[in-house]
């Protein structure tokens, strides 16, 4: 990659500044309940720890909206850390200030800090520039292995960089990366888009640029229901962004000459509720009254002929409201298809979120190629726009 990467620095003795995304969930009795994104960054973090350097770690959780929150302290992924590492690590009671720069100070090489939750800051979001002064005075150098955080111009992606000399992408940043690069500029073809989700509206960017490099783009989720509507179709009491009919028509227009499709048949529902009455209806024959809450089977055979003649297969929101189980089979049929898919040899990638919570509720994660650690920053990258948070580290 055109950026420098952690295996250019020389690392030995040296403070190292890693911005990780350690914003995991946690259980009313603040416990971890899935460490992947812990996981996800221990590559990085052993290089450090292995070549001698002194590592400060630093990430938010959760959004307490510059102010301390115990329950979004970041103590207990210290604690997962100190287990993963198999050596400890010190937890700071903040990410700056004098008790922080003592120990930081008296660091050891091969020592890992944890800073406290960032966003304890509000100076932390706005990208306050004294702020990012301070955190750029506790390394030597800085890593930024959080692609999660990377579409945020913040003080610790963004801000931070401007008083390092030598800024780096880590090992997750670097994959991320490639990842994405490969998929958008030069795929394995057929090449075939997958986009769910509920608002057309945050999927718009990513349709305009992705429909040109795609050799088929398939939509679901509620966002098809502004469509259906776009098209003069009786949507019921579906999902329905009024404000952006016209932006569907034109949508509409735009993939006239391509290979874009929209679901064939869906399920509806006569309330929003799993045990609710349902039907299995072509799109143009929705009840009044009803509400489309995943897609049909005729539409989940059209997109599994699709995914498995394709070679590579990006795919970002879910087709139904997966969170119900009599309205996920449409998005875990997807799923299933996309790891059948990668085992003849095809690369899927996911695009995190909901789509990689799907993955992970359908048991397949560690049948994809990739799956994402950031939903917004890889709708960012399908997107086509730069991510602040990689634009920010040295040019090699």
Wanted: proline share 4%; with cysteine.
């Amino acid at each position: 990659m055109p950026k420098l990467t952690i295996d250019d620095l020389q690392l030995q003795g040296k403070r190292v500044l890693m911005r990780v995304d350690f914003n995991v969930p946690l259980t009313k009795k603040l416990r971890i309940s899935d460490d992947l994104r812990i996981r996800a960054a221990l590559p990085s973090i052993k290089k450090v720890i292995d070549d001698k350097g002194r590592l400060i770690l630093m990430s938010h959780l959760g959004r307490p909206k510059g102010k301390p929150i115990p329950e979004m302290s970041l103590a207990p992924v210290a604690g997962r850390l100190s287990e993963l590492l198999g050596r400890p690590v010190k937890m700071m009671r903040d990410c700056i200030g004098e008790e922080v720069r003592k120990s930081v100070v008296e660091m050891r090489d091969s020592d890992v800090i944890l800073l406290e939750n960032l966003r304890f800051h509000k100076e932390e979001t706005k990208n306050n520039a004294d702020f990012s002064r301070k955190l750029a005075e506790l390394g030597d150098l800085y890593i930024n292995d959080a692609f999660g955080t990377a579409h945020r111009a913040h003080a610790s992606t963004e801000g931070v960089a401007h008083g390092v000399e030598h800024c780096a992408a880590g090992y997750l940043m670097q994959k991320e990366l490639t990842y994405f690069q490969q998929a958008i500029s030069h795929p394995n073809r057929p090449f075939v888009a997958i986009l769910g989700g509920a608002k057309i509206s945050g999927k718009i960017d990513v349709i305009e640029n992705l429909l040109p490099k795609v050799d088929a783009m398939l939509i679901g989720g509620g966002m098809a229901f502004t469509f259906y509507k776009a098209m003069g179709l009786e949507i019921g009491d579906s999902l329905l962004e009024s404000g952006k009919i016209d932006m569907a028509s034109r949508l509409i227009e735009q993939t006239k000459k391509f290979d874009f499709h929209l679901p064939m048949d869906c399920v509806v529902a006569d309330r929003f509720d799993n045990d609710a009455e349902t039907l299995v209806v072509d799109r143009d024959a929705i009840p009044a009254g009803w509400a489309g809450l995943d897609v049909g089977p005729r539409t989940i055979a059209e997109f599994e002929k699709k995914i498995m003649t394709a070679k590579t297969i990006v795919w970002n929101g879910p087709l139904g409201v997966f969170e119900m189980p009599n309205f996920a089979k449409g998005t875990l049929a997807i799923a299933e298809a996309m790891a059948k898919a990668t085992d003849r040899g095809a690369v899927t990638i996911i695009g995190g979120g909901d789509s990689a919570a799907a993955v992970k509720k359908a048991g397949l994660a560690d049948r994809m190629s990739h799956i994402s650690t950031g939903g917004g920053a890889s709708l960012k990258f399908l997107e086509g726009k730069e991510l602040p948070g990689v634009a920010a580290l040295t040019d090699k």
